[in-house]
């Protein structure tokens, strides 16, 4: 084997690795109740060369459409997950993952937290209050939910605190 098979094959074995990674984000965000497209994008740009990416760039290092690069990072930045970015010399608009975009997924989830507890909570005025199976199962979940509404925000305190170094 010469010299330039074996970096063809390092490049290769390197292009492979990365897609994977790039899937595996894809099929998480499936899981989380998002596109997979979502995930996919947010993948590579975790992992881009340069850190900002073309709406092209990103559909040819994913092997997706324009089209669906488009709806995907529209729905990322409404999430606020990604920033638009301009490059200098370059009219197309680059895409780069949000200094705090994991903040971002856990207000969205706190919202989404707050929406099923008073639902929980609506759902006690419809249930007979003598009936312990349905009022126990609404009322333990109201509780969860309450609870995560609490104790997340305190915990992404204490993050942002030891990540500046004050804790």
């Known amino acids: 084997m010469c010299l330039e098979e074996v970096t063809i094959m390092e490049v290769t074995d390197e292009q492979a690795r990365r897609m994977e990674y ?5 099929v998480i965000f499936e899981q989380l109740g998002s596109t997979r497209m979502v995930g996919k994008i947010l993948g590579w740009l975790m992992v881009a060369d340069p850190v900002h990416q073309s709406a092209s760039q990103i559909a040819e290092g994913i092997g997706a459409s324009a089209a669906s690069v488009s709806t ?9 997950m990604i920033e638009r970015v301009g490059v200098r010399g370059e009219r197309s608009v680059h895409y780069r993952v949000g200094k705090t975009w994991w903040g971002a997924l856990v207000d969205r989830r706190l919202r989404q937290t707050a929406a099923l507890r008073e639902l929980a909570e609506r759902g006690l005025d419809l249930v007979d209050r003598g009936n ?8 333990d979940f109201a509780e969860y939910c309450t609870f995560m509404e609490t104790e997340l925000p305190a915990l992404v305190r204490r993050w ?3 990540r500046r170094g004050l804790a």
């Open 160 to 162: 942002e605190m030891k």
């Open 22 to 26: 790039v899937e595996r984000w894809g």
């Open 132 to 139: 312990e199976a349905s009022t126990g199962r609404l009322r």
């Open 72 to 80: 995907g990072t529209r729905a990322l930045l409404q999430m606020g």
